[in-house]
């Protein structure tokens, strides 16, 4: 099992070397569906897919939070980060849709990679900096055991023996896997589910 490109084994405990080093990922994620053809694309983008609804819903349940009551400024910063997820949020529905053999697919790919890439600039300017200087390690550390714990059952790279598992995990478009893994991580952090009161 690889560390480097396991997140839940990642070494990173500050939960923003941990977003930034799957930033990482996620560039080479694209450049690996960028590169494949048939199913090897198909099985790049969907790990891109898993990898995306992990890293974005971590944020929007524990970092997001964190930001908007720590930072001067916090809920500006988050609700632009929000608005640029939820677009990128609509253009991965939309390839998700298509064949990854289709000349459009490429094309919706490229602009899901500019405006992930954006978006992961202005987090890494805007909000990670900020963050990591207006809270504790300790704080950083718990954050982060959130954002493993939500990995852990929807890794990149699935362990063998758990491909069941994650397939019922995994199952319907990108959201209702952030669904899904929204659940497990209010349920990591003792927060009440979606469904609960």
């Known amino acids: 099992m690889d560390r480097q ?3 839940e084994l990642m070494h990173e405990n500050d939960v923003i070397d941990l977003l930034i080093h799957q930033h ?3 560039r080479n994620l694209f450049d690996e569906v960028g590169r494949s053809q048939g199913k090897e694309r198909q099985e790049a983008f969907s790990r891109l897919v898993r990898l995306l609804a992990v890293h974005e819903t971590a944020e929007e349940e524990i ?3 964190y930001a908007r009551r720590k930072l001067i400024g916090g809920d500006t910063i988050v609700d632009n980060r929000l608005h640029e997820e939820e ?3 609509e253009m991965l529905s939309r390839l998700d849709d298509m064949d990854v053999t289709k000349p ?5 790919l490229e602009r899901l990679r500019a405006a992930v890439f954006a978006h992961a600039a202005a987090e890494e300017r805007y909000e990670f900096s900020e963050l990591k200087a207006a809270t504790t390690e300790a704080e950083r550390r718990a954050m982060a055991l ?3 714990a939500a990995e852990a059952v929807a890794p990149t790279h699935p362990h063998p023996g758990t491909e069941s598992a994650m397939k019922n995990l995994m199952l319907g478009g990108p959201v209702a896997i952030m669904d899904r893994v929204r659940d497990v991580i209010r349920k990591a952090m003792g927060k009440p589910e979606s469904g609960e009161s």
């Open 5 to 7: 490109t396991t997140p």
């Open 87 to 89: 677009e990128a949020k």
């Open 63 to 65: 970092v997001h939070p």
């Open 146 to 148: 959130g954002v493993k």
């Open 24 to 26: 990482g990922l996620i």
């Open 104 to 108: 459009e697919f490429a094309e919706e």
